[in-house]
C-alpha cells in the first residue's frame, strides 16, 4: 500500500495522469526524460493517435541507437543520417519506409530533439538543418533529411455502390449474389455496418465517431429529414476545433436500431455479470446543466462530485461515464464490445481488416478487383461523393451562368470550402491539394456538364473509370 502511494505521488509531481505513456528501455528502466517529454511539452498536446504514432516512431530509433550502444541522448548527426539510409533504403531492411512515412518519424525526432536542447539534457540536436527559399522569397530552414520524394497522398476511394457492396459482404455476412451466407458467424453485424455507414455519410474520422456519447446522437425528428445535424466535441477532433456533421437518415436510423438491440443486450450480460460493479474508474453521470454549452455532473466511486463541459471530454475521460439505466449503470459510450465495456476506437481497424479480408475470399472470381476500406478511406469516399454532388447541383440543378455562379460563391463558397468545413480540415488548400488533388485533375467541371451523366452514379462511375485510385465495382461476372 504503501509503494502505492509512493507511485502516485510520484506522479503527480511529474504531472502523469492515467492513459499518459511512458517508455522503459531494454533492462526495463525508465527514462524521467523522456517521461517528462511526454508530459510536459508539445507532446502533450497532440492528438491521442498522434501521441501513439510518435512514441511508436521513437521506439524505433531508440532501439537502432540501443544497437550502436547508446541512448538517445548520445545520438549524433551521423547515427540519424545512417538510420534514415537503413529505414529507407538498405537492403538489410525488409520494410524500408516511404518518404512520406520518414517525414512524419523525423517530425517526431525533430520534436524530442528540439525540446531536449531546449531544456539543456543534450548540447544541441542531432538533426542538421538547411537552408531554403519559399515561392514568396522568404528563407526559411528545414531538416536536412527531410525527404523530398514524398507523396502529399495516397488517397483511395470508395463509390458508394462499391461500399454497400463491400459493407453487406465484409460486415453483414452476404454472398456475392447479394444473399445471406449461410456459414456466415459473424458477430456485431448490426453495429459494425452502422459505424461504416456513419463514417461514409458524415465524413468523420475514425477516432471522432469512435469516441461518441449516446448523448450526442441526434434524435430522429417526426419530420422525415434527409440530414441530421450533430456536434463534434471539440477535445475528441484532430484540429481541436467542435463542428457541425450530418448524419444521413439511415444511418442514424442503423445507430437508433443498434441501440435498441445488441446494445442493450451487451448492457443487460454486463449487468447481469457484475462487469460494471467491477470498474473503478466509473463516474456516474446524475444531470446535465447548460444551454449553449452542455455540462456533465457527475460522482465516482468515492462519492467525489465532478463536473465538464462535453465540448471538453476527450476519449479517454469518456470512456468512464455511465448513466443510472432501469437495471443498473449503462456506459453512455456509445460503441460497445460484447462484454458490455466501451469498444476502443483503434479496435475498428481490425474490423474493417477483417471485412475486406472477406470481400477477397467470397467476391474472388466475382468481382474484377474485390473492394477494400479502411476507416479514413471511407471519410475520403465521403469527400468525393459531397465534391461531385456539390459541383453537379452549383453547375446543373441551379443552372447558374457564370456571373451568377461568382455570386453565389461569395454569399455561401465554393464546394471545396464547403467540403473542407464537413471534414473539418484547417485549410482548403489541404482538401483541394491532398485528399482530392487526383479528383481535381480529372476537370470536374468538363464532365459535370456532360448531359448523357445527369446522376451522382453515373459520374462517380465516369471519374472511377479515369482514375485508378477510386474502386468501383465495374463489371460483376
Not at 517521461?35 to 502533450?44: E, L, N, W
Not at 471522432?208 to 434524435?219: D, H, K, M, R
Not at 467541371?445 to 448531359?451: A, G, M, V
Request: net charge positive; aromatic share 10%.
Amino acid at each position: 500500500m504503501e509503494n502505492s502511494e509512493a507511485l502516485a505521488s510520484g506522479e503527480a509531481r511529474f504531472g502523469v495522469r492515467q492513459g499518459d505513456l511512458f517508455l522503459t528501455d531494454p533492462e526495463c528502466r525508465v527514462d524521467a526524460r523522456l517521461t517528462r517529454f511526454f508530459t510536459r511539452s508539445a507532446f502533450a498536446r497532440l492528438a491521442r493517435e498522434t501521441k501513439r504514432n510518435y512514441a511508436t516512431d521513437l521506439c524505433v530509433l531508440f532501439d537502432f541507437l540501443w544497437q550502436r550502444e547508446k541512448t538517445w541522448v548520445e545520438a549524433t548527426a551521423d547515427d540519424l543520417f545512417d538510420f534514415e539510409d537503413w529505414r529507407r533504403r538498405s537492403p538489410a531492411n525488409p520494410r524500408r519506409i516511404s518518404g512520406s512515412k520518414w517525414n512524419r518519424e523525423l517530425a517526431a525526432f525533430q520534436m524530442l530533439f528540439t525540446w531536449a536542447a531546449a531544456q539543456e539534457h543534450i548540447q544541441k540536436s542531432p538533426i542538421l538543418m538547411r537552408q531554403f527559399t519559399a515561392r514568396d522569397r522568404e528563407r526559411g530552414e528545414i531538416a536536412a533529411l527531410k525527404a523530398i520524394d514524398a507523396r502529399s497522398s495516397n488517397v483511395k476511394w470508395l463509390t458508394p455502390r462499391t461500399f454497400r457492396l463491400w459493407r453487406d459482404v465484409g460486415l453483414r455476412g452476404f454472398d456475392a449474389d447479394g444473399r445471406r451466407d449461410r456459414s456466415w458467424a459473424g458477430r456485431n453485424d448490426d453495429r459494425n455496418a452502422a459505424f461504416a455507414d456513419l463514417l461514409l455519410s458524415s465524413g468523420m474520422r475514425r477516432t471522432e465517431a469512435g469516441s461518441l456519447l449516446t448523448v450526442e446522437i441526434p434524435t430522429s425528428a417526426a419530420t422525415a429529414k434527409r440530414f441530421y445535424d450533430g456536434r463534434l466535441a471539440s477535445a475528441v477532433t484532430k484540429s481541436r476545433r467542435a463542428r457541425t456533421v450530418y448524419i444521413g437518415a439511415a444511418p442514424l436510423k442503423a445507430i437508433e436500431t443498434y441501440m435498441l438491440t445488441t446494445r442493450r443486450a451487451a448492457i443487460r450480460r454486463a449487468q447481469a455479470q457484475g462487469v460494471y460493479e467491477r470498474f473503478g474508474g466509473l463516474r456516474m453521470v446524475e444531470r446535465t446543466s447548460g444551454r449553449e454549452h452542455q455540462v456533465l455532473h457527475w460522482t465516482d466511486r468515492f462519492g467525489q462530485a465532478g463536473m465538464a463541459r462535453l465540448d471538453a471530454l476527450d476519449p479517454q475521460e469518456r470512456l468512464s461515464l455511465f448513466s443510472e439505466g432501469p437495471e443498473g449503470p449503462e456506459p453512455l459510450w456509445l460503441w460497445l464490445a460484447e462484454n458490455g465495456m466501451p469498444f476502443r476506437p483503434h479496435s475498428w481497424e481490425a474490423v474493417f481488416r477483417s471485412a475486406s479480408d472477406r470481400c477477397r475470399r467470397v467476391l474472388a472470381g466475382s468481382v474484377e478487383h474485390p473492394p477494400f476500406l479502411t476507416p479514413h478511406m471511407a471519410r475520403h469516399s465521403m469527400a468525393l461523393v459531397m465534391l461531385v454532388a456539390l459541383h453537379h447541383a452549383m453547375d446543373l440543378r441551379l443552372g447558374l451562368t457564370v456571373e451568377e455562379r461568382r455570386d453565389y460563391r461569395l454569399l455561401y463558397g465554393d464546394p471545396w470550402r464547403m467540403v473542407k468545413d464537413l471534414l473539418g480540415h484547417a485549410s482548403v488548400e489541404t482538401t483541394r491539394n491532398i485528399y482530392l488533388a487526383p479528383v481535381a485533375d480529372l476537370q470536374l467541371r468538363s464532365l459535370l456538364t456532360d448531359e448523357d451523366l445527369p446522376d451522382i452514379a453515373g459520374l462517380l462511375a465516369r471519374l472511377a473509370a479515369a482514375s485508378d485510385r477510386i474502386l468501383d465495382l465495374g463489371e460483376v461476372a
